[in-house]
T-cell receptor, first 109, second 120 residues
Framework: QKEVEQNSGPLSVPEGAIASLNCTYS??????FFWYRQYSGKSPELIMS????GDKEDGRFTAQLNKASQYVSLLIRDSQPSDSATYLC?????????FGKGTKLSVKP | GAVVSQHPSWVICKSGTSVKIECRSL??????MFWYRQFPKQSLMLMAT?????????EQGVEKDKFLINHASLTLSTLTVTSAHPEDSSFYIC????????????????FGAGTRLSVL
């Protein structure tokens, strides 16, 4: 069974700080990696996708991928209380999209 | 705007009745759609993969006769919860896997807004 692992948290950071969310995956053949944000009671919303090793930046978000270490992370700069949500890591594996259980992020004002 | 439309957003029904939830991909064709269920404070659980023109593939432990899935066109999949009971109360979310059409990035799953089902 291919797996995607995330620390469930909660991860608590002060407003303005950098939040670092981590994810590891077991299928070395995975090619596509995604971060979704899910607010309580809402459905997941795609915020980042990354397909090659290195960093990908989009506004305050940076996704980092290291295929050799089977590790993908999401950095949120200048964290805001509105960033408080559960962040889901998702990885394609053998044609399926496998989700981690999510990390709950809490940004304190 | 939404790329996957899910309807209804909230439904309350009596025990024993059936409820149909629709999932539509907007502006793109989706040969594959997915149905998830999420209980409060728990992670997403994949229930089934819906394939256009063929039978859905159900995950282990999901009753196919209870959760009927129909993917009759490239833009519409429906989930019918038959003879719903209080334990079926949950947040049901569909997603569509985009492989063609429009301006959106391909090979990405887009989620509907979800349907909150409350069975009395």
């Amino acid at each position: 069974q291919k797996e995607v692992e995330q620390n469930s948290g909660p991860l608590s950071v002060p407003e303005g700080a950098i939040a670092s969310l981590n994810c590891t995956y077991s299928d070395r053949g995975s090619q596509s990696f995604f971060w979704y944000r899910q607010y309580s009671g809402k459905s997941p919303e795609l915020i980042m996708s990354i397909y090659s090793n290195g960093d990908k930046e989009d506004g305050r978000f940076t996704a980092q991928l290291n295929k050799a270490s089977q590790y993908v992370s999401l950095l949120i700069r200048d964290s805001q209380p509105s960033d408080s949500a559960t962040y889901l890591c998702a990885v394609t594996s053998q044609g399926n999209l496998i989700f981690g259980k999510g990390t709950k992020l809490s940004v304190k004002p | 705007g939404a790329v996957v439309s899910q309807h209804p957003s909230w439904v309350i029904c009596k025990s024993g009745t059936s409820v149909k939830i629709e999932c539509r991909s907007l502006d793109f064709q989706a040969t594959t759609m997915f149905w998830y269920r999420q209980f409060p404070k728990q992670s997403l659980m994949l229930m089934a993969t819906s394939n256009e023109g063929s039978k859905a593939t159900y995950e282990q432990g999901v009753e196919k006769d209870k959760f009927l899935i129909n993917h009759a066109s490239l833009t519409l999949s429906t989930l019918t919860v038959t003879s719903a009971h209080p334990e079926d109360s949950s947040f049901y979310i569909c997603s569509a896997f985009r492989t063609s059409g429009g301006q959106l990035a391909k090979n990405i799953q887009y989620f509907g807004a979800g349907t909150r089902l409350s069975v009395l």
